[in-house]
């Protein structure tokens, strides 16, 4: 994997916005990089920055978006952010596509699908319309859509939710992409028809190799489907590590509150969840200091003024941005002195906490 | 799945009675929308009740029958001894005060042009209990129950708030009448992980402290199980199983239940994706497969499932189930 160069890098990337009430900084200094074939899972609260953060990858900020120098997206080596209008155009679809979390707005309502599948086949590919109805009904079968040639004459809302979802899988999927953004594609379905989705989509991608950054805000939807997990909050990203590592070394204290956070089925029924207290910043406002610390139980003097930088745990591709690691004699400390204050250095009350 | 039958139902102990509810909808060329097709079940004061099941099992329509929006087909919804479908519109109105209701997307049911004192009063100015200071006393005691600080959120609007605090919102608007049930349809799929987890606690905490009975709308198993004392799953206009949350998760007899379980994911990379997949698609409510409505997706039908309609009946002490092949249970005592 060293050898060959990522798929995509990612260094250093900051996305502001601005808005009437000041410079709104979604993305604040987010790298990461991806290699061929994998997946990332990116997973934060919504506001955290993580759609954003694939925006701007993607190249499709609004208007009043402004992304400072310094960064860098290299996808197949070449920096996304200079395409030209033109090329850009031929970029989507045939290197990057995207499939979004609500699949009625992200189809047209008064086309049928099969025009909606076949546009990019004829764009991209130049292919002529019945090709392009060829590859769009081999797509239907290859996402699973019962009775595909009659469902390819049929408009959006003839279709129940997972199967609009995969229509937009087909055509993203339309033009063979080398990496595939998944935002939340599945929070606006149930847990049922969750569960096919991320199936199929780890068999696609299984079949055609592509790479895919995943984003939820559930821990669990990533767990068994991404090698790798990077936490965002507040636009910087907090924590980054294999899967696996991830779940055995959770070091971030907002990765921990996440994973707490999750109700659980082997749990007796009754159990009270850990949740987290209050809310992600205002990201308009300048933030001093650790950006998760007002709503952390270790937080320390020390997190309230300084800002902690992702660093390497010592395991390998683990990085994080805490000062007092989860499970570190240093948390303990300091989660002890804290319950003792009943109150944290950034003025949380852990008693108010425990029953928010 | 899903049968019809009653021997789970408690007797004349239960506060809210639900029998035989059936909830049919016309949709032109004389085809009928079999949204629920006669669905019992009963609720004990103090309990809260889980109703789970996919997109289009007529969870949410069972809700709404219960507060009579509209008035179910046939069948009876007995509240506090009354009978709901036999009253008049004036009754029905005042019956409604003590029984409230939230909804999945708390900011499309808030009206976003006015101030959350005057959203959380409105029940009270309807039933012209807000007179003077009283009124006010009680908007601020119920906000403040749902952790919102009256001082900073009474002059404020709906598009202010987070998802989460518009939550919180609808269940202090809920609240304020001092209802006896509330019927929470979906409250936490639109939110996040994290303020799902907060929501899932205030509505326990409002439970204890107002002394409520629930009835819980969700999809997801994990999220009934952590609210209720009794789950109701539901597939297609029908009722698959009824029992405790805990032998519910321990031992599904049903395996529509089975496959609900083993969809929800696993925050553990350790624990292998589960191979089990619900088959294919819902079936059109408006021509349901006959017999068991779950045999075309189930992995054990016969012959038998598609002639005969199971009903449910009583596979463990309190724990019923509608299928004519369950999943062993194994008979604990005590358990």
Not at chain 1, 321 to 336: D, I, K, T
Not at chain 2, 34 to 51: K, M, N, Q, R, Y
Not at chain 2, 76 to 105: A, C, H, N, P, Y
Request: with cysteine.
């Amino acid at each position: 994997m060293a050898s060959e160069r990522p798929l995509l890098e990612v260094e250093n990337l900051r996305t502001y916005f601005d808005t009437p009430r000041g410079i709104l900084k979604a993305v604040d200094g987010v790298s990461f990089t991806l290699d061929k074939g994998e997946t990332i899972g990116i997973v934060g609260e919504s506001g955290s920055g993580k759609s954003v953060l694939v925006r701007s990858i993607m190249n499709i900020l609004t208007s009043n978006a402004i992304v400072p120098d310094g960064a860098k997206v290299c996808f197949d080596g070449k920096d996304t952010r200079n395409l030209s209008r033109s090329e850009a155009k031929h970029f989507w679809g045939t290197q990057m596509a995207m499939i979004f979390q609500d699949p009625m707005t992200s189809l047209n309502p008064v086309k049928k699908v099969g025009v909606q599948i076949t546009e990019s086949i004829r764009y991209h590919l130049g292919a002529s319309k019945q090709e392009a109805m060829d590859r769009a009904l081999e797509l239907m079968v290859q996402v699973g859509i019962p009775e595909p040639r009659k469902r390819l004459r049929e408009y959006p809302h003839q279709l129940s939710g997972g199967m609009r979802q995969r229509v937009t899988i087909a055509i993203a999927l339309a033009c063979n992409p080398k990496l595939l953004i998944a935002d939340e594609p599945t929070t606006a379905l149930d847990v049922t028809v969750q569960k096919q989705i991320l199936d199929l989509l780890a068999s696609l991608q299984e079949e055609l190799g592509m790479a895919m950054i995943l984003i939820t805000h559930d821990l669990g939807v990533v767990a068994g489907r991404a090698q790798r997990i990077g936490v965002m909050y507040a636009g910087k990203m907090v924590e980054t590590a294999e899967t696996t590592t991830l779940f055995h070394h959770m070091n971030h204290p907002y990765t921990e509150a996440l994973f707490k956070s999750i109700p659980r089925v082997e749990h007796q029924s009754h159990t009270r969840l850990d949740a987290i207290s209050g809310r992600p910043p205002d990201m308009v406002r300048e933030l001093v200091g650790c950006r998760f610390a007002p709503r952390c139980r270790y937080a320390q003097q020390r997190c309230v003024t300084d800002e902690p930088e992702l660093f390497d745990t010592g395991q390998v591709g683990h990085r994080q941005a805490c000062f007092y690691p989860v499970g570190s004699p240093e948390s303990a400390q300091a989660l002890a002195a804290n319950q003792d204050a009943g109150v944290t250095a950034a003025g949380l009350d852990l008693a108010a906490a425990a029953v928010s | 799945m899903a049968g019809t039958g009653k021997v789970h139902m408690r007797g004349d102990e239960a506060l809210v009675t639900v029998e035989d509810l059936v909830m049919e909808f016309p949709t032109g060329r004389r085809a009928v929308v079999h949204a629920v097709s006669g669905v019992s079940f009963d609720i004990l004061e103090g309990e809260t009740l889980g109703l789970v099941g996919e997109s289009g099992c007529g969870k949410s329509t069972t809700g709404r029958a219960m507060m009579q929006l509209p008035p179910p087909t046939s069948g009876s919804v007995r509240f506090d001894g009354v009978e709901m479908t036999d009253l008049s519109k004036e009754e029905l109105r005042r019956t409604r005060t003590r029984m409230q209701m939230i909804f999945q997307d708390p900011i499309s049911s808030l009206n976003p042009r006015r101030k959350v004192k005057d959203i959380v009063a409105e029940g009270l100015s309807i039933w012209h209990n807000d007179a003077g200071d009283t009124a006010a006393q009680k908007v601020n005691e119920v906000l403040d129950a749902v952790g919102l600080d009256p001082e900073v959120v009474s002059d404020r609007r709906p598009h202010q708030f987070s998802g989460g605090q518009c939550q919180r919102i609808c269940i202090a608007r809920a609240l304020v009448l001092d209802p006896k049930v509330i019927i929470c349809d979906e409250p936490v799929s639109a939110l996040d992980v994290s303020v799902q987890a907060q929501i899932l606690n205030l509505l326990e905490d409002m439970k204890a402290r107002y002394g409520l009975t629930l009835v819980f709308i969700a999809h997801d198993l994990a999220v009934v199980k952590n609210v209720s004392d009794r789950v109701v799953v539901m597939y297609l206009g029908k009722v698959c199983e009824v029992a405790g949350p805990d032998a519910l998760y321990a031992h599904p007899a049903h395996p529509y239940t089975d496959v609900l379980l083993a969809s929800i994911p696993e925050p553990d990379p350790d624990h292998p994706v589960s191979d089990r997949q619900i088959a294919g698609e819902l079936p059109s409510p408006i021509n349901p497969p006959s017999g068991c409505r779950f045999r075309t997706r189930c992995e054990k039908a016969q012959d038998r499932c598609s002639t005969e309609e199971p009903e449910l009946r009583e596979i463990a002490p309190d724990h019923y189930a509608a299928c004519h092949f369950p999943n062993e249970v194994p008979v604990t005592v005590g358990g």
